[in-house]
C-alpha cells in the first residue's frame, strides 16, 4: 500500500549546519531531529533523506565518507527509536575536480531526480507527501516536483526567508521554528 513521504534535506535541517561535513566529528545531529522523525514513523510516513553532497565532485571528501555520515546519523536516530526509509544524495557538481562526479545532473536539487528515484524505489503516494528543507534550493526543489515545501529557520533557514525568499516568486507552504515543528503542522493538515 502506498503511503506519503516526507522528503528532509540532510545539512542544516537534520544536522547541524557547518559548511561540508568533512569529518564524522562534524556531524551533530540539531534538537528534537529525533523526536520528529520518530513522529513519522509512528504516523505511518515515509521518511527519505535528500542531500546534495558536491563536496565528493569538489575533491573535499570521499564518496565513502558520505556513507559512513548516513550510517552514523542512522544510529544517532535509531536512540530515539527513529529511522529513515531511504536516504538519497547526490555527489555531482559541474564544476567539480573528481572526473567521475564532475558533470551535470537529474539528481542534483533542485532537480527532482532523487524523488523520482525514492518514488520508484519506496512505493510513494506522492499526492500526499511534502519536502522540508533550510534552504530556497529545496522550497525550489519541492515547487519542482510538484509538492508543499516547508522551509525550516535552522541552519541556512532564517538567512534564506530574510535575503532570498523576497526576491522569489516560489514561497513556502509553511515556514517552521525546525523539524519537529515542521513535523507537526504536516499532522495537522493531514487531519483537517
Known amino acids: 500500500m502506498m503511503r506519503p ?6 545539512d542544516g535541517t537534520i544536522n547541524e549546519q557547518r559548511g561540508y561535513i568533512n569529518h564524522t566529528s562534524r556531524f551533530v545531529l540539531l534538537p528534537s531531529v529525533g523526536e520528529a522523525i520518530s513522529l513519522l514513523n509512528k504516523n505511518n510516513h515515509i521518511v527519505v533523506v ?3 553532497q558536491s563536496g ?3 575533491g ?8 559512513e ?6 544510529q544517532k536516530l535509531a536512540k530515539d527509536n527513529a529511522h529513515v526509509d531511504g536516504i538519497y544524495f547526490c555527489p555531482h557538481h559541474p564544476d567539480g575536480v573528481v572526473p567521475e562526479y564532475s558533470r551535470e545532473c537529474s539528481c542534483r536539487k533542485p532537480d527532482v531526480g532523487l524523488i523520482k528515484q525514492a518514488e520508484v524505489e519506496l512505493d510513494i503516494d506522492m499526492e500526499t507527501s511534502y519536502v522540508i528543507g533550510d534552504c530556497l534550493v529545496d522550497i525550489e526543489f519541492a ?3 510538484n509538492l508543499p515545501g516547508i522551509l525550516v529557520l535552522t541552519g541556512y533557514g532564517k538567512g534564506e526567508l530574510k535575503y532570498s525568499m523576497p526576491h522569489k516568486s516560489i514561497t513556502p507552504a509553511y515556514v517552521a521554528e525546525d523539524l519537529l515543528n515542521a513535523v507537526k503542522w504536516i499532522l495537522k493538515q493531514e487531519k483537517i
Open 5 to 10: 513521504a516526507v522528503f528532509i534535506d540532510r
Open 50 to 52: 535528500t542531500s546534495n
Open 56 to 58: 565528493v565532485a569538489r
Open 60 to 67: 573535499y571528501f570521499p564518496i565513502q565518507l558520505v556513507k
Open 69 to 74: 555520515i548516513h550510517k552514523l546519523m542512522e
Open 143 to 145: 515547487h519542482n516536483a
